[in-house]
Nanobody
Framework: QVQLVESGGGLVQPGGSLRLSCAAS????????MGWYRQAPGNQRELVAS???????IYADSVKGRFTISRGNAKITVYLQMNSLKPEDTAVYYC????????WGQGTQVTVSS
């Protein structure tokens, strides 16, 4: 049973930065792509960034050029570096495979506000 635990969220001013981390207990099949998703109040959960096991990345247009996804070591499965944050980035952020194969974790809240 794989459990995903996201961390690194918080309150940041517009233009600020945060780095999210995703730790997985249990083994995730190495062939899966890993993704970061987010869900804002009243919105559906959306994929914002994904990285294959070969390192190929894709980003949602709304975050392209500002967010960077990277794979971690054995403890941390995937990171999301978020720069130039905007109020519209406010959401709960989740990691999972892309497409999703495991139960959602609790997520980490990111709030961008002055």
């Amino acid at each position: 049973q794989v459990q995903l635990v996201e961390s690194g969220g918080g309150l940041v001013q517009p233009g600020g930065s945060l780095r999210l981390s995703c730790a997985a207990s249990g083994s995730i099949f190495s062939g899966y792509a890993m993704g970061w998703y987010r869900q804002a109040p009243g919105n559906q959960r959306e994929l914002v960034a994904s990285i294959t096991n070969g390192g190929r990345t894709i980003y949602a247009d709304s975050v392209k050029g500002r967010f960077t996804i990277s794979r971690g070591n054995a403890k941390i499965t995937v990171y999301l570096q978020m720069n130039s944050l905007k109020p519209e980035d406010t959401a709960v952020y989740y990691c999972n495979t892309d497409p999703r194969n495991y139960d959602w974790g609790q997520g980490t809240q990111v709030t961008v506000s002055s």
